[in-house]
């Protein structure tokens, strides 16, 4: 990736995204909010907002940048690899499914490795066997500024396939771009460590769920005491009556 | 726009999707009997399209496209489609406004277009996403602007409205307008001709 696209692509498009989030965002309810929950409010629910646009690429570009690093490339490692080997069969076979994905965006958009705990948010659909098993590692596409966060997944690695981003240096051979991206510029730290947070961050929502679990079953317990309390203290009321 | 961006554009992206169709249609022999008209509103599917409309629309929007420029254009539009602009918009002014406003409200890949509305029987300035086509709303493209990044990217970077405005002031055919509005109004129904009593 040339230095002219670099200062372009942060300088003025990442920079223009970040500058008019913050002219919309002044004043109003949003401007105290984490970018994350930014996304998530103006996407509202597929009818976006006029701030979705700009803070849902500001978040992209972020994680784009973030997965990468001069002298990238090679292969992953540890808790990484074992879930790629998992999920993907090999890592070979893994690259391949990331480039088609990435190749085949049409029009604008990102393409992405993610986390998901596969979790369904509805109250009566529990999982009755929970295990290691259901959180998967998932290659997807998203176009224009949409975001694997919508999807209530951890995003691991990111490829920006706006043509911005490769068209000083590959004009429209967008494969070559993403096999350079591969070969030479992917930090797997990064993507691992990402891994370690996505982990503990749904380690911490299953337990979040269970207290909230036991509470709600620790507030119908009171209901059947108090009966019991007053069945066994009907002789009690009668002595102190009598006094 | 720079004689790079023509020959990449045309010769690589433009040829690209020429080809991919052609390689597209080699399996199919009904669509293959399509006009290329007939192709892109059937492949579209009313909005669930297969897996040829992005192909068969590219080629169809880029033709389309440079039909729409020619060297030493710009200026203003005369006699009817002068006439049913002010009608439309309120002055060439305000058209060339909401054109070029358009342009720089397009998130993400995608076209402007002035269209001739069917029902409506008025132009409007509408702005469509990746390879859609007014078209397949039975709607009459007058002339169009490709917004894809690659259309503009080597000659302005990101400065949209820079070339927006270049296009407006130095590229669109008005003659191509012209022509493409007088057989449109074989089509449709845009009142009575105002003849002039000497």
Known sequence: MSRETLEYHWGKHHRGYVDNLNRQIVGTELDGMTLEDIITITYNKGDLLPAFNNAAQVWNHTSFWESMKPGGGGEPSGDLLELIKRDFGSFERFVEEFKLAASTQFGSGWAWLVYKANRLDVGNAVNPRPSEEDKKLVVVKSPNAINPLLWDCYPLLTIDVWEHAYYLDFQNHRPDYISIFMEKLVSWEAVSSRLEMAKAQVANREREEERRKRAEEEEQMPYSEAVKMYLESDGDGDDSEAE | ?198
């Open chain 2, 1 to 198: 726009m720079s004689r790079r961006t023509l020959e990449m554009h045309w010769g690589e992206h433009h040829r690209g999707y020429v080809e991919g169709l052609n390689k597209q249609l080699e399996k199919d022999d009904i669509l293959y009997g399509h006009t290329l008209d007939e192709l892109v509103k059937v492949t579209y599917n009313n909005g669930n399209p297969l897996p040829e409309f992005n192909n068969a629309a590219q080629v169809w929007n880029h033709d389309f496209f440079w039909e729409s420029m020619q060297p030493g254009g710009g200026d203003m539009p005369r006699l009817g489609l002068l006439e049913q602009i002010e009608k439309d918009f309120g002055s060439f002014t305000n058209f060339k406004e909401k054109f070029l406003e358009a342009a720089l409200t397009l998130f993400g890949s995608g076209w402007v277009w002035l269209v001739l509305k069917r029902t409506e029987r008025c132009l409007a300035v509408v702005k469509t996403s990746n390879a859609i086509n007014p078209i397949v709303w039975d709607d009459i493209p007058i002339i169009s602007l490709d917004l894809w990044e690659h259309a503009y990217y080597l000659d302005y970077k990101n400065d949209k409205g820079k070339y927006a405005n270049v296009f407006m002031n130095h590229l669109v055919s008005w003659n191509a307008a012209a022509a493409r509005m007088a057989r449109a109004e074989a089509f449709v129904n845009l009142g009575e001709p105002k003849i002039p009593i000497a």
